[in-house]
């Protein structure tokens, strides 16, 4: 029998044992972990460090925030995630009257508008992201199966097995998992529709928040205005993760790009240091494509003169910088100076279309290889250089890394490139430069399945951040739900 007398205390355990145990309840947050914070100082600190390091607040949460979080518990908190549930609708295919979607515009200002004048009393402590979201239950019930809301980072090595759909709602065009009809354009649109910002009131300023994070499961995303707003209200930001939505009509492009191009340029604040874009599409979600199916999503976004034109301006001032798919890299390249010098950035991620398994391209892919090559000489503070693209079967990245022992440009992919003598003699004229006698150059192949630019992401192992963790989680489990 095992008596108490046998049983080994809690407190005979190595510190280092006990921490190990505690910190795995957190990670593992099985239902009430968080109540064990009462059990003594030790399993508070530690539990309580865990529970607080992201908050999670809905509207019903905003009106007693303030009040009961002490300002001991604020100096625990890393990430408030306002998640905004907007009112359920019905679509027309499930009633003889279609709901209108009354009131989204105000519920979403209002619950930025109080959250902002909380935060606007806080004192800077420590780094503290904000992030915002805005979805209906209704739009997981209808067309759209596969769509997440979550916002915890699950574990991407997770297999595949457990992403199959098991839904079957013939109305909605889903056959024993499986969808078998396009969802319809009200649809789309209705999923898609802007968010028009609107306050009574001017907005506070706000210092505590140094970075701010909208993920692409904002699928209503904040119109280009309402972001100018929040993002010139912020005082001390150092990061920007926005992860927008491609106009669902193409024809949309240019009013789209002019409107996006407003904030970027004039309200980005001069203490950010590291800019993250990522622009998913309408199209990902469009089993049936129209278009010919040769020709991926991306490339039928037309670049925008006017982006490249900013991005390549706001570089200089930034230390990382990721874009993906809203603008090549050949266009912002095109719009830097030759007497530009990069004294701060660190790393840069672009992506082209021009990285393509095509013959006709290779010279293209030569000259943006030697033009990139070009302005890395003038960035003397940069260890990361990648230049990718990834979509349904195919993704690829040329790699250019150096630390303080090697030097190495890598090129990775679903099909081999091989390098010309030019490109190679350029590149190792960069690195020589800088005091390395010898470049490797290494051919990696990439032999997933590739499903989506999720799984072109997941496979092709960049070494720098191109989007939030917990979104590609959801690109790879929406692309899988809609090719199984």
Not at 13 to 25: G, N, Q, V, Y
Not at 87 to 103: H, L, N
Not at 229 to 245: A, C, G, I, P, V
Not at 408 to 423: C, D, I, M, Q, Y
Request: hydrophobic share 40%; with cysteine; proline share 5%.
């Amino acid at each position: 029998m095992f008596t108490r007398s046998k049983a080994l205390r809690w407190i005979s355990l190595p510190a280092e044992i006990r921490l190990m145990i505690l910190e795995t309840i957190a990670y593992q947050k099985s239902p009430g972990w968080a109540s064990f914070a009462s059990v003594c100082k030790e399993w508070q600190y530690v539990l309580e460090k865990a529970n607080f390091h992201k908050i999670t607040l809905g509207i019903s949460r905003l009106d007693d925030f303030e009040s009961t979080i002490s300002a001991q518990k604020r100096e625990l908190i890393h990430h408030i995630y306002l998640n905004i549930e907007l009112p359920r609708y019905t679509p027309i295919c499930c009633s003889k009257r279609r709901s209108r979607p009354t009131g989204i515009n105000s519920l979403v200002s209002d619950g930025i508008r109080k959250l902002f004048f909380i935060l606007s009393s806080w004192k800077p402590v420590h780094n503290l992201a904000l992030e915002i979201n805005a979805y209906s239950p209704s739009d997981f019930e209808h067309w759209f199966k596969t769509l997440s809301s979550d916002d915890d980072e699950h574990d991407v090595e997770s297999m595949p097995d457990t992403w199959k759909s098991q839904c079957h709602d013939p109305r909605h065009g889903w056959i024993h998992g499986q969808q078998v009809r396009a969802p319809p354009r009200s649809a789309m649109l209705r999923l898609f529709r802007p968010i028009l910002l609107v306050f009574d009131e001017t907005l506070p300023r706000v210092q505590a928040i140094t970075c701010f994070i909208i993920r692409r499961q904002l699928r209503r995303c904040i119109s280009p205005s309402g972001l100018a707003l929040l993002l010139s209200r912020f005082d001390r930001l150092e990061q920007l993760s926005y992860e927008s939505w491609a106009p669902y009509d193409v024809s949309d492009r240019e009013f789209h790009d002019r409107a996006f191009s407003l904030p970027m340029r004039n309200n980005i604040p001069d203490t950010l240091n590291s800019l993250i874009i990522f622009e998913d599409s309408y199209a990902f979600y469009d089993p049936f494509p129209t278009h010919p199916a040769h020709i991926p999503w991306f490339n039928l976004l037309d670049p925008n003169q006017g982006l490249g034109a900013i991005f390549a301006s706001k570089s200089l001032d930034l230390q990382h910088l990721a874009i993906s798919f809203m603008i090549n890299a050949e266009e912002l390249f095109r719009h830097c100076q030759s007497t530009w010098s990069w004294t701060h950035l660190q790393s840069l991620a672009l992506t082209s279309q021009l990285l393509q398994d095509a013959w006709e391209k290779r010279q293209q892919i030569e000259a943006l290889l030697c033009r990139a090559e070009v302005l890395i000489q003038k960035m003397p503070k940069l260890h990361t250089f990648v230049l990718w693209n990834g979509g349904k079967a195919q993704a690829c990245a040329f790699i250019y890394c150096i630390d303080k022992d090697n030097a190495s440009v890598t090129w990775r992919g679903t099909w081999n490139l091989e390098l010309t003598p030019r490109v190679v003699d350029l590149w190792q004229l960069a690195a020589s430069k800088l005091g390395y006698s010898k470049l490797q150059f290494k051919q990696e192949t990439v032999r997933g399945v590739i499903r989506s630019h999720g799984d072109a992401i997941y496979h092709l192992k960049l070494p720098c951040q191109v989007i939030q963790t917990a979104s590609l989680w959801q690109i790879r489990r929406e692309g899988y739900g809609l090719t199984q």
